[in-house]
């Protein structure tokens, strides 16, 4: 059973251009989770999807971020117009259907290291 | 979600075992008491979960006492691949909507030869 994919491990983005990251669930997990991890920081919370909606996007910033988990297909991170401040590493996590294991066991994949040039 | 207090660093030998304590004095009843790994350059990964009592499993132990307040996560006879940030989070999210985790500052471990 692989696990939580994330491409691609390492992005670099000049100022002002746009950065997509994706995110494959492990198979059978219906809910995804964005967390970022600034240098020298912990991991912070951004968003929580399930298929095709958006359960809570608390930790989002208001504006150039956006998350999606379409029906098929991998979840996306995007980041529009980038600025330095967003170099972070990137990490998905997803969780089973509820009525399975108990949600805050996540399972989160490798990251995607961005940096903003 | 409670609020979680743990040492920001801890040294060991290898062989060692390593005991890391984690407060936790306004958990609720509901509360969960979870334990993540993370290595460096690599997302968390789970350790182990637990109620009240002691839980086991072939990577840790982790021990609660009965007003919970506190929990110990015990690595036995740890190596130099133990080396890692180790976080505590206190919580019970099938009742709380999100489902976020909430990670503070973790323990970073060193292992030293």
């Known amino acids: 059973n692989a696990g939580v994919m994330q491409n691609p491990r390492h992005l670099v983005r000049r100022r002002g251009q746009e950065a997509r990251l994706r995110c494959s669930p492990m198979?059978?997990?219906?809910?995804v989770y964005w967390y970022r991890q600034l240098p020298e920081e912990g991991l912070k919370f951004m968003v929580y999807?399930?298929?095709?909606?958006?359960?809570?996007e608390s930790g989002m910033p208001k504006e150039r971020f956006s998350a999606e988990f379409p029906k098929e297909g991998p979840s996306i991170l995007r980041i529009q117009q980038v600025v330095r401040g967003d170099s972070a590493a990137y990490f998905c996590?997803?969780?089973?259907?509820?009525?399975?294991?108990?949600?805050?066991?996540?399972?989160f994949g490798p990251g995607t290291r961005l940096t903003v040039l | 979600l409670a609020k979680t207090t743990q040492p920001i660093s801890m040294d060991s030998y290898e062989g060692q075992e390593v005991n890391i304590t984690c407060s936790h004095n306004?958990?609720?009843?509901?509360?969960?008491i979870t334990w993540y790994q993370q290595f460096p350059s690599q997302g968390p990964r789970f350790i182990i979960q637990?109620?009240?009592t002691k839980v086991t499993n072939e990577v840790a132990s982790l021990f609660i006492p009965a007003d919970r307040k506190s929990s110990t996560l015990s690595l036995p006879r740890v190596s130099l691949s133990d080396t890692a940030v180790y976080y505590c989070?206190?919580?019970?999210?099938?009742?709380?909507?999100?489902?976020?985790?909430?990670f503070g500052q973790g323990t970073e471990l060193s292992v030293k030869p």
């Open positions: 996590a997803s969780s089973p259907p509820f009525g399975t294991e108990r949600t805050d066991t996540q399972y």
């Open positions: 198979k059978g997990h219906s809910h």
């Open positions: 999807l399930q298929k095709e909606n958006i359960i809570d």
């Open positions: 306004n958990i609720a009843t509901n509360d969960y």
């Open positions: 637990g109620y009240k």
């Open positions: 989070l206190v919580g019970d999210l099938i009742y709380n909507q999100g489902g976020k985790l909430i």
